[in-house]
């Protein structure tokens, strides 16, 4: 089970953003990270743990390993605000977090 | 350009089946695994089936074990999911998805609704 919090966050553009997943026991570091803006399917935004995908800029950074892992925004821009989602692909059947709606103050 | 389209969803009553096709373009299809992801209307990404590059190795979630059937053909570039015994909160949008071995779930398509409704 993945857990992520907290369900909601509102900032302002240009502040940073941490978001967390939980995993309830070890993913090693085969942990993702996906943006979902309304309408629009799912981007991967960071693989196993700290690769960030193409494409993806360099203001978003990913950490941890075992069962902690974080999803960092150094510095939100207007279109970063999304729900952001963690997907684990150690074991079957791979799981996701309930995510994370970063959402303008 | 990797292009998932899928196809095939709409309206079907409780208990009936529905096949969902995903075509592939823009990369050597043949090479890559597969999944489909759905998601209920204002909830959350549920994983449900995988299927690998000659389709000896499949998996199921526990949801829809039995009734799902995953499937591709690498000469046609297409992924399908065959769904059975449609229940009510089958109701979702679903998503076909690339994975590989070294970097996971990558590019998704844009998904295909299917509500279930009598």
């Known amino acids: 089970v993945l857990t992520q919090s907290p369900a909601t966050l509102s900032l302002s553009p240009g502040e940073r953003a941490a978001l967390s997943c939980r995993a309830s026991?070890?993913?090693?570091?085969?942990l993702a990270w996906y943006q979902q803006k309304p309408g629009q399917a799912p981007r991967l935004v960071i693989y196993d743990a700290t690769n960030r995908a193409t494409g993806i800029p360099a203001r978003f950074s990913g950490s941890g390993s075992g069962t902690d892992f974080t999803l960092t925004i150094s510095s939100l821009e207007p279109e970063d605000f999304a729900v952001y989602y963690c997907?684990?692909?150690?074991?079957?059947?791979?799981?996701f977090g309930g995510g994370t709606k970063v959402g303008i103050k | 350009e990797v292009q998932l389209v899928e196809s095939g969803g709409g309206l079907v009553q409780p208990g009936g089946s529905l096949r969902l096709s995903c075509a592939a373009s823009?990369?050597?299809?043949?090479?890559?695994?597969m999944n489909w992801v759905r998601q209920a209307p204002g909830k959350g990404l549920e994983w449900i089936s995988f299927i690998d590059t000659g389709s000896g190795g499949i998996y199921y979630a526990d949801s829809v074990k039995g009734r799902f059937a995953i499937s591709r053909d690498n000469a046609k570039n297409s992924l399908y999911l065959q769904m059975n015994s449609l229940r009510d909160d089958d109701t979702a949008v679903y998503f076909c998805a690339r994975s590989s071995t070294s970097i996971g779930v990558d590019y998704w398509g844009q998904g295909t609704l299917v509500t279930v409704s009598s």
């Open positions: 026991q070890s993913v090693s570091r085969y």
């Open positions: 823009g990369f050597t299809f043949s090479t890559y695994n």
């Open positions: 997907l684990q692909r150690t074991k079957w059947p791979l799981t």
